[in-house]
C-alpha cells in the first residue's frame, strides 16, 4: 500500500510562531487531506487538497502531486492549535494516514 | 446536510465478551463507509471499508468483523474481544471525495 510519512513528529511552538509541516507519500493518490485532532480525539477536517494551494484563515496547504508531497502552514499559532495533524491521501477508495505531527503550541 | 454518528461513546469490556459499535449516516445515500482503529498515541489505521451494502472489504486480519445491513448503517462486531482490541474506534463515511470522521467510540478491555 501507500506509505505516508509525516515530519517532524512533534513540535513545540510559542504562541504567535508560524510553523510548515510536511507529508510525503509514495504513489499518485486522487486525493489528500489534512485532519487536526483535538484533545477529545475529534478528527476535524483542515483541508481537502490533491493539488494546489488553499488556505482558510490561519492555516494554508500545498500539495504538489506531481513531486508527492503536501505542506501544511499554520501562521500565528495559538494554544488551541495544540493536537494532532494527520495527512491522509486516498488510492483506490481507501484513505491511508500517516503517523502524524503532535504540535503544542505555549502561552 | 449530511451527519454521521457513532454509539456508544465509550465503553469497557471484559476479555472475551461480545462487541458491536454502530455508526449511520444520514443526509446522503450510497456512501463508502470505513471502520478506523486509533491505539494510544498512534496513527489510525484502516480495519473495513464497504462500497455498498453487502460489501465488505478488510484491511487487517483480526477477530473484528464488519456489516453494512442497509445502505447508511456500518457495524463492527467481535464475537470474543481481546486485551489488544483496546483502541478508539472512529467510523467514517465519503461519497468519492472528502472523507467525514465520527465522534468515535473509546474501547477499553480488561
Known amino acids: 500500500g501507500i506509505q505516508v510519512e509525516q515530519s517532524p513528529p512533534d513540535l513545540i511552538l510559542q504562541e504567535g510562531a508560524n510553523s510548515t509541516l510536511r507529508c510525503n507519500f509514495s504513489d499518485s493518490v486522487n486525493n489528500l487531506q489534512w485532519f487536526h485532532q483535538n484533545p477529545w480525539g475529534q478528527l476535524i477536517n483542515l483541508f481537502y487538497i490533491p493539488s494546489g494551494t488553499k488556505q482558510n484563515g490561519r492555516l494554508s496547504a500545498t500539495t504538489v502531486a506531481t513531486e508527492r508531497y503536501s505542506l501544511l502552514y499554520i501562521s500565528s499559532s495559538q494554544t488551541t492549535d495544540s493536537g494532532v495533524y494527520f495527512c491522509a491521501v486516498e488510492n483506490d477508495y481507501k484513505l491511508s494516514f500517516g503517523a502524524g505531527t503532535t504540535v503544542t503550541v505555549r502561552a | 446536510s449530511q451527519t454521521i454518528h457513532q454509539w456508544p461513546a465509550t465503553l469497557v469490556q471484559p476479555v472475551g465478551s461480545p462487541l458491536s459499535l454502530e455508526c449511520t449516516v444520514e443526509?446522503?445515500?450510497?456512501?463508502?463507509l470505513y471502520w478506523y482503529r486509533q491505539a494510544a498515541g498512534r496513527g489510525l489505521q484502516l480495519l473495513f471499508y464497504s462500497v455498498g451494502i453487502g460489501q465488505i472489504s478488510s484491511e487487517v486480519p483480526q477477530n473484528l468483523s464488519a456489516s453494512r445491513p442497509q445502505d447508511r448503517q456500518f457495524i463492527l462486531s467481535s464475537k470474543k474481544l481481546l486485551l489488544s482490541d483496546s483502541g478508539f474506534y472512529l467510523c467514517?463515511?465519503?461519497?468519492?471525495?472528502?472523507?467525514?470522521f465520527g465522534e468515535g467510540s473509546r474501547l477499553t478491555v480488561l
Open positions: 467514517a463515511w465519503n461519497t468519492g471525495g472528502e472523507l467525514f
Open positions: 443526509g446522503t445515500s450510497n456512501p463508502n
